[in-house]
């Protein structure tokens, strides 16, 4: 039995069919499901190509470990210098996609001049560096975190989950979405 099955209380192991882990979905009425190695959302065992992130699902594709899709990560919380909330914000990005978290809600604050703070747009420079660095696919400014905003539509198209996020829809400068890779 793998070891991560030990950390989760009470957790039953998944059955072994023909090769692949299988689990019990709650949310597909028992129907079996696999979760696909990209995005990490559940998808049937009939399916070849992931509905969420379109990426094919392999032959041999096992059932890993529950991930955590969202986390959020505070980093103006004790009023950091810029540098210090950048430091911050980059260690937490290695540490989180070793933890196979998907997307970050990163909470940077508007500024106490009520015309956007320092941190915030360094937040949203790192942004476009992390992009062409290719260490996240997207990011969504939390003015831009509405449905009808193009990348938002992609992100939660991958990470359905957040669609319960509560600044979905509100236009809140004061945060910024990451999608790992």
């Known amino acids: 039995m793998p070891s991560w099955w030990l950390q989760e209380a009470g957790a039953e192991p998944p059955r072994r069919t023909k090769g692949l882990l299988y689990q019990e979905s709650r949310r597909t009425r028992g ?7 990209t995005c990490g959302n559940d998808v049937e065992t009939g399916e070849s190509i992931c509905p969420f992130c379109e990426h094919p699902i392999g032959h041999f594709a096992a059932n890993r470990p529950k991930t955590k899709t969202l986390h959020t990560l505070n980093i103006k919380e004790d009023m950091p210098t810029v ?10 990005i290695s540490a989180l996609r070793t933890q196979r978290v998907h997307v970050i ?42 449905r009808s905003d193009r990348i938002t539509s992609s992100i939660l198209k991958r990470y359905p989950e957040l669609r319960k996020d509560t600044d979905l829809g509100r236009r809140n400068r004061g945060i910024t979405i990451l999608a790992l890779r």
Not at 119 to 132: A, G, K, T
């Open 83 to 92: 540098a210090e909330a950048e430091q911050r914000l980059r260690r937490e």
């Open 105 to 146: 809600k990163v909470i940077h604050g508007y500024g106490s001049g009520g015309e956007g703070g320092r941190i915030r747009e360094r937040v949203h420079e790192l942004c476009r560096q992390f992009l062409s660095s290719r260490q996240i696919t997207d990011y969504v400014f939390g003015e831009d975190f509405d």
């Open 31 to 37: 129907d079996r499901v696999i979760t696909c190695e």
